[in-house]
């Protein structure tokens, strides 16, 4: 389990060459999320990981950009043909189960984000095209868009 400070906002990176990036909310407070070329002066790309109130073990994530009323979720996508996701990461004003957010290990450092709707079976990964994020169910091995 991370340890992390809910009073920092941080660079999520991606194995140090991109970092996550909160899109355009179209219309506020939903958005994109995807990775970009890492920039801690761009507010789309810090973010406050916190526990909700009620919730010890998962972590909410929200953009400086985005405000405090929108956070990274889960949403179900049956338009997603890449690589067979059923369901995206985005930007929405709830912290339901879709935003919620474990970071569990791998053995080398760094670590997996997992959502607690659709559980530790499904990774957050890179889409072919390297900056567009999905939920991977291939989690036998750390994949290259995990980290």
Known sequence: MANLDSNTWYLVLNGGSS???SGFPNPPP??????????ST??????????PADDSTFYVLRSR????????TVTVNSTCTVNGCNSVPRM??????S??????????GTFFM????????WHVDVQDNGSWLWMNSNDSIAQTGQH
């Open 19 to 21: 970092a996550l990036r």
């Open 65 to 72: 950009d985005n405000g405090s009323g929108s956070f990274k």
């Open 114 to 121: 997992y959502n607690k709707a659709n559980g530790s079976s």
């Open 92 to 97: 929405a004003p709830t912290v339901d189960d």
């Open 42 to 51: 761009q507010s789309a790309e810090l973010w406050q990981i916190t526990h």
């Open 99 to 108: 935003a919620r957010w474990s970071f569990s290990p791998w053995n080398d």
């Open 30 to 39: 939903f958005g994109s999320t995807f990775l970009s070329t890492p920039n």
